[in-house]
């Protein structure tokens, strides 16, 4: 019959429709809060990269390495100081070749030694061109990386490895660094020093697929892009082991479905409060919401390579930018005081004695419209009449700020159309455009310190060609104080250097401090002794499970 | 019937082949990727050069879409940024999105059908008028505003259900997000189904079913109804595809791992491995439902016959 064989066409259709779902079903037990004794949920982004140490530089996987590893030296979540770690001692007499000496005892989660190899071997990968790791030029410092690291594109490595790592024994090696940096121990304590197990060179596909390391934590399963269920080591026996059972990561697309499911209860951490949500945060959460001071500071820089922004008069136009911004309005409007108005280039989490001095910008950097307006009129008024501000709007707030950065420059000017947002789709695209200098006008550029030294503050980003330095900045005195800021033995006198060369910033004004971002989080009351490091990463070993 | 089919599946490969390089283009044309994978730091440009040679970038456009559709006939559709076969993606993407998808269709054709029977019936009477009303408002908010809401009133102040969906996305989860992404359509729906029926209530073929003494129920459901749903039929079959692609706003707002979520990060990140991948299969979930309902036709109605 025509009519029956018709519905049968129908029915397979609706069957094929329904098998396809049926086979995802499963898993009813509802994710989230909860679960076995002890373990901490807490919010996640999926992270850019696979989790190898050398090949990480954004927070999201560094929250991972920061469980699963332990360096040669740690930073004090406290303090920020680069405490010893798996080193014993890293001695130096002339501030070039060190010598660094383990702690013995430690171990991989797998059981293998941590040895000097697990050392050299790391930082040989990390730093070899054919392993493609973002990180590779943290090494740079080390002596013959540009055999195994040739700069020019298409150039290839003439070395396999690093010449200046000497392994002396088991728990003893040295390194010679191609320049003298005395302060070179202290950066030790960032991720991609990390030592590596053998099973990582042995069976990367599977080490990448559930990471080993050293640290307090190990991996139990791993989803990508999903969910990683990280689990205390009952075998470390390191000084700092977890105070919980284990720490439940979840991936969030939308930081505020992140914040709704911290109110429904349905996670214990949340990392990075929406700015929509700020302003309720405080009132939700109490004494739960954190807000602490992190090593980021946020600023506008300028395309110095643009004829328009090199002349003779620019540095005073940059300057009147500066003071044309009402830092404080916009830090307690937009951003609810979550971050305070800058007033040099580094950031407040370094202490004093780490380099931070407040007002070392001096005038340049407080706001006051009416010299603002006399500068700029002065050195002939804005080039070509008119200011761009670029920045990408796919995260975080920039359009808000960005919007209200050129207000206040208009009121400070009086001219509605003195300064114009730019705003660029995606991350991706604004970074490509930025380093192949297409800016012509301000752009933002934000700098997340990589370890607490007010070295990296500086050096990365306003030094002669520096991997971050967007406007390309260059200026001898500045160059020649950060040398000799570097081979300074004498911590003191190395900040003091450092500062000075911060006063050649504030004279050229390559880029405009505008605010130190402070890390903000909230949690549920299951859990206590919350708090961020440096790094804004929550110290996830020391929370407590009530 | 079978020719018909055939005929219909062979369309399928032009239209595929367009689809896959236009979006190809596309993302190509979105700019370098590579920048980006270095946060706010300038690439040093011998790893820059090692990424691009890694995942193909450094070879002219055409060269790459020729690879990439080389590959995809070896059931290798490219590996994402962060390692993972694009494969494995879909894999874990794909039924997550279907599975929301059919809620959101579940509900629609349920409650979208009832309300547009029981106001076509009864045009002008008050529950027409309140039904037609509540449409309105539901199609001229726009999707977050109701979710957020929804998801605020909801899993927060009433405590009942979460307000994100776990990994593993079970059905139970699923229901609040899949009335969300049924909102709009199911008010389609209510209004297709309502107009279709009111103007087949008047038609021959019902008086003469009336005029036979069937009873009113087997007048409605089996004359009436099965000769209303064609333009109902074709709605929700085209928007099973716009449903499944759509669903970025709902995913992002529930948590939920599926394919808007992937789209958005593989758009974000400028991987067209990616977003080509996911999009070509959306074109042909697209096609086959297109073809689907194209074949409900007949069976609704007995004069639609394919040879």
């Keep these: 019959?025509?009519?029956?064989?018709?519905?049968k066409w129908a029915v397979c259709a609706t069957a094929v429709a329904l098998a396809a779902t049926a086979c995802g079903g499963g898993g009813s037990d509802s994710g989230g809060g909860g679960g076995a004794s002890g373990i901490v949920s807490a919010s996640w982004g999926d992270p850019q990269s696979p989790l190898e140490p050398a090949n990480t530089n954004e927070v999201q996987g560094g929250k991972v390495l920061d469980m699963l590893f332990r360096g040669l030296k740690k930073y004090n979540p406290k303090t920020g100081k680069a405490e010893n770690m798996v080193a014993a001692s890293i001695t130096t007499t002339d501030s070039q070749n060190f010598a660094i000496k383990l702690n013995p005892g430690w171990t991989f989660s797998d059981g293998d030694p941590v040895t000097s190899d697990s050392f050299i071997n790391a930082w040989n990968y990390g730093a070899l061109l054919k392993n493609a790791q973002k990180n590779a030029s943290f090494f740079r410092f080390i002596d013959g990386y540009d055999a195994v690291h040739p700069e020019k594109e298409g150039a290839a490595s003439t070395a396999q490895t690093l010449g200046g790592l000497k392994k002396v024994d088991d728990?003893?090696?040295?390194?010679?660094?191609?320049?003298?940096?005395?302060?070179?121990?202290?950066t030790l304590g960032y991720s991609a020093y990390d030592p590596l197990p053998k099973s990582f060179f042995s069976d990367h596909a599977a080490w990448l697929s559930k990471p080993i390391g050293n640290g307090p934590y190990t991996v139990d399963s791993y989803t990508k892009g999903q969910t990683m269920k990280m689990r205390k080591w009952a075998g470390y026996k390191g000084p700092d082991a977890a105070q919980n059972g284990g720490i439940d990561l979840r991936v969030y697309t939308d930081n505020n479905t992140a914040y709704t499911d911290l109110q429904a209860g349905n996670i214990d951490l949340v990392d990075d409060?929406?700015?929509?949500?700020?302003?309720?945060?405080?009132?939700?959460?109490?004494?739960?919401f954190i807000n602490q001071p992190a090593g980021i500071i946020q600023t506008v820089s300028f395309p110095l390579y643009d004829a328009k922004w090199s002349g003779p008069n620019a540095a005073k136009i940059r300057q009147?930018?500066?003071?044309?911004?009402?830092?404080?309005?916009?830090?307690?409007?937009?951003?609810?005081?979550?971050?305070?108005?800058?007033?040099?280039?580094?950031?407040?989490?370094?202490?004093?004695?780490?380099?931070?001095?407040?007002?070392?910008?001096?005038?340049?950097?407080?706001?006051?419209?009416?010299?603002?307006?006399?500068?700029?009129?002065?050195?002939?008024?804005?080039?070509?009449?008119?200011?761009?501000?670029?920045?990408n709007v796919d995260t975080g707030s920039h359009k808000d700020w960005s919007d209200a950065v050129c207000n206040s420059i208009n009121n400070a000017l009086g001219n509605d159309k003195a300064c114009v947002f730019n705003p660029i789709g995606t991350f991706a695209d604004f970074r490509s455009k930025v380093t192949s200098k297409q800016m012509?006008?301000?752009?933002?550029?934000?700098?997340?310190?990589?370890?607490?030294?007010?070295?990296?503050?500086?050096?990365?980003?306003?030094?002669?060609?520096?991997?971050?330095?967007?406007?390309?900045?260059?200026?001898?005195?500045?160059?020649?104080?950060?040398?000799?800021?570097?081979?300074?033995?004498?911590?003191?006198?190395?900040?003091?250097?450092?500062?000075?060369?911060?006063?050649?910033?504030?004279?050229?004004?390559?880029?405009?401090?505008?605010?130190?971002?402070?890390?903000?989080?909230?949690?549920?009351?299951?859990?206590?002794?919350?708090?961020?490091?440096?790094?804004?990463?929550?110290?996830?070993?020391?929370?407590?499970?009530? | 019937m079978g020719r018909y089919v055939i005929r219909r599946l062979l369309q399928m490969i032009p239209v595929f082949i367009g689809a896959t390089f236009l979006i190809f283009v596309m993302v190509y044309a979105l700019g370098d990727p590579v920048a980006a994978f270095f946060g706010d730091r300038a690439p040093d440009p011998a790893t820059a050069a090692q990424i691009r040679h890694q995942y193909g970038l450094d070879k002219p456009l055409w060269h790459q879409y020729l690879d990439y559709m080389g590959n995809i006939f070896t059931g290798d559709f490219g590996t994402a940024f962060n390692g993972q076969p694009v494969t494995e993606l879909m894999k874990s993407a794909f039924p997550v999105t279907l599975r929301l998808t059919l809620v959101a269709i579940f509900f629609e054709i349920v409650?979208?059908?009832?309300?547009?029977?029981?106001?076509?019936?009864?045009?002008?009477?008050?529950?027409?008028?309140s039904v037609l009303l509540m449409t309105l408002v539901v199609i001229s908010i726009p999707v977050f505003v109701l979710?957020?809401?929804?998801?605020?009133?909801?899993?927060?102040?009433?405590?009942?259900?979460?307000?994100?969906?776990?990994?593993e996305a079970p059905l139970n989860e699923l229901i609040l997000p899949g009335i969300v992404l049924a909102l709009?359509?199911?008010?389609?729906?209510?209004?297709?189904?309502?107009?279709?029926?009111?103007?087949?209530?008047?038609?021959?073929?019902?008086?003469?079913?009336?005029?036979?003494?069937?009873?009113?129920?087997?007048?409605?459901?089996?004359?009436?109804?099965?000769n209303s749903l064609i333009p109902v039929i074709t709605f929700i079959g085209t928007d099973i595809g716009g449903l499944m692609g759509g669903a970025i706003v709902t995913e992002r707002i529930f948590n939920i791992q599926g394919v808007g979520y992937q789209l958005y990060q593989g758009i974000l990140r400028h991987n067209s491995a990616t977003v080509v991948g996911f999009v070509t299969i959306l074109v042909i979930v697209f096609l086959l439902a297109n073809l689907l309902v194209d074949l409900l036709y007949a069976v609704l109605d007995p004069r639609i016959r394919y040879a």
């Design chain 1, 273 to 288: 409060i929406p700015a929509s949500q700020l302003k309720n945060a405080k009132s939700d959460l109490g004494d739960r």
């Design chain 1, 320 to 391: 009147g930018l500066s003071m044309a911004i009402n830092r404080a309005q916009i830090t307690e409007q937009i951003f609810q005081k979550t971050r305070e108005p800058a007033s040099d280039w580094t950031s407040p989490v370094l202490g004093e004695a780490g380099g931070f001095k407040a007002g070392l910008c001096g005038d340049a950097c407080t706001f006051n419209p009416t010299e603002a307006k006399k500068l700029i009129t002065e050195a002939g008024g804005l080039p070509g009449g008119q200011v761009t501000l670029t920045s």
């Design chain 1, 171 to 186: 728990l003893n090696f040295t390194v010679k660094l191609g320049a003298k940096f005395s302060t070179w121990p202290d």
């Design chain 2, 147 to 167: 979710g957020y809401v929804l998801q605020y009133v909801i899993a927060v102040q009433w405590g009942i259900g979460e307000p994100s969906v776990s990994p």
């Design chain 2, 111 to 129: 409650i979208g059908i009832t309300f547009g029977v029981i106001t076509g019936m009864r045009r002008g009477r008050p529950i027409d008028t």
């Design chain 2, 184 to 226: 709009v359509s199911l008010a389609y729906v209510t209004r297709l189904t309502r107009t279709s029926i009111a103007e087949n209530t008047r038609a021959d073929y019902v008086r003469t079913a009336v005029a036979k003494g069937l009873p009113r129920r087997r007048v409605i459901l089996r004359h009436l109804l099965r």
């Design chain 1, 440 to 546: 012509t006008g301000m752009f933002r550029t934000g700098w997340q310190m990589d370890y607490p030294l007010i070295q990296n503050f500086l050096q990365p980003i306003y030094y002669t060609n520096a991997s971050s330095n967007d406007s390309h900045y260059t200026n001898a005195n500045f160059d020649k104080l950060i040398n000799e800021a570097n081979a300074e033995p004498d911590t003191a006198k190395a900040v003091a250097l450092f500062q000075d060369s911060e006063k050649q910033l504030a004279i050229d004004m390559p880029a405009i401090p505008l605010w130190y971002q402070n890390g903000t989080g909230g949690y549920s009351t299951k859990i206590s002794n919350v708090t961020l490091n440096q790094f804004s990463v929550p110290v996830y070993n020391e929370i407590k499970v009530s």
């Design chain 1, 1 to 7: 019959m025509r009519g029956s064989t018709r519905l």
